[in-house]
C-alpha cells in the first residue's frame, strides 16, 4: 500500500532544478475529459451535447511524459483553476472528495467557487498567482511513480506514449442552467509560479524488499520541475447546445431535399 512506501522529499535545490534536455517543455500536460452527463459514461470525452438541467462528470489526468521510454515519469502536486467559457451558464463544483486517492493528501483543496471569467457563472480557483489561496490544489504525500502498490490508489496509472497518466481529479462536475448559441469551453488554466506543483521526468526508481515477501517503491532524481508556467492544458472538452426541434426539422427537411436533388441529377 501507499502508506508502506517512504522516502525523504527531495530539497527544494533538486525541486527547482530544470534540465536543458527538455527545455521549455516540462513534460506536463493537464486533460480535461467528460466522463458522464445525467449518470451515462459518454461515448465522446472531448464534446458533448448539453441542454438546461444537464449535469456532466469530468475527470481530469495529468499526462507526464519523458525522453526515456524506460524510466518513469512521477507525479506528485499541482494547483489551477478549472474554467468553462462560453455561451453556455452553469456552475463548476469540486470538493476535496472529488480529488483522486493519492492526491487529495495534506494540502490539497477543491478550490473555492468564482466566476474567474466574467461569464456569470462559477469556475473553480483563483485569478490571482500571487496567493495560492482559493485554488485546487491536488498534492500526493511523496512522489507517485507507476510501480506503486495501488491498494490505496484508485485507479492506478495508465500508460501513454513516452509515459504515464494519472488520474488526479473523478469528480469535477458541471451543472448546465442555460445554454447559449456556440460551443462553451471547459479546461484547466495552472497557478503561475515557480513553485507551483512537482513533477519528474525519467526519474530513478528505487525498489525496498520489506522483509515479508513484499516490495515498496519510491521515485527520486530525474528532471524535477516545480515551475507551473511550464505546463501546458490538454484540448479543452466543448459543450455544444443540444439542436431545437424546429432547428433539427429544418435540417432533416434540408437533408431530403439534398438527398432528392442528388436522386434527380442521377436519374438524369
Avoid at 26 to 44: E, M, P, R, W, Y
Avoid at 136 to 159: T, Y
Wanted: proline content about 7%.
Amino acid at each position: 500500500m501507499l502508506g508502506r512506501v517512504s522516502h525523504p522529499l527531495l530539497g527544494m535545490a533538486a525541486l527547482t532544478a530544470l534540465a536543458a534536455p527538455f527545455g521549455a517543455d516540462a513534460g506536463l500536460v493537464i486533460d480535461v475529459q467528460a466522463f458522464s452527463k445525467n449518470g451515462h459514461t459518454l461515448d465522446d470525452p472531448k464534446g458533448v451535447l448539453v441542454a438546461p438541467g444537464d449535469t456532466i462528470i469530468f475527470r481530469v489526468y495529468a499526462q507526464v511524459t519523458g525522453a526515456d521510454d524506460t524510466l518513469p515519469e512521477c507525479f506528485q502536486s499541482l494547483t489551477g483553476s478549472f474554467l468553462s467559457s462560453g455561451a453556455t451558464r452553469g456552475d463548476l463544483r469540486l470538493n476535496a472528495a472529488g480529488i483522486t486517492a493519492p492526491f487529495g493528501a495534506s494540502g490539497s483543496s477543491g478550490g473555492q467557487q468564482a466566476d474567474l471569467d466574467g461569464d456569470g457563472d462559477l469556475d473553480m480557483g483563483s485569478n490571482n498567482d500571487a496567493d495560492p489561496a482559493g485554488y485546487v490544489a491536488v498534492r500526493a504525500a511523496q512522489l507517485i511513480g507507476p510501480a506503486l502498490d495501488h491498494d490505496d490508489f484508485h485507479p492506478p496509472p495508465r500508460p501513454i506514449p513516452g509515459g504515464w497518466a494519472y488520474r488526479i481529479i473523478s469528480n469535477l462536475r458541471l451543472n448546465i442552467a442555460s445554454v447559449g448559441n456556440g460551443p462553451t469551453a471547459v479546461n484547466f488554466r495552472p497557478r503561475i509560479s515557480n513553485t507551483g506543483g512537482f513533477w519528474s521526468l525519467d526519474a530513478t526508481e528505487i525498489v525496498t524488499d520489506n522483509g515479508d515477501g513484499t516490495s515498496a517503491y519510491s521515485y527520486t532524481g530525474g528532471h524535477s520541475f516545480t515551475d507551473t508556467s511550464l505546463v501546458q492544458a490538454g484540448e479543452p472538452v466543448m459543450l455544444l447546445p443540444v439542436p431545437e426541434p424546429a432547428a433539427l426539422g429544418l435540417a432533416v427537411i434540408a437533408g431530403l431535399g439534398l438527398l432528392a436533388r442528388r436522386r434527380d441529377a442521377a436519374s438524369q
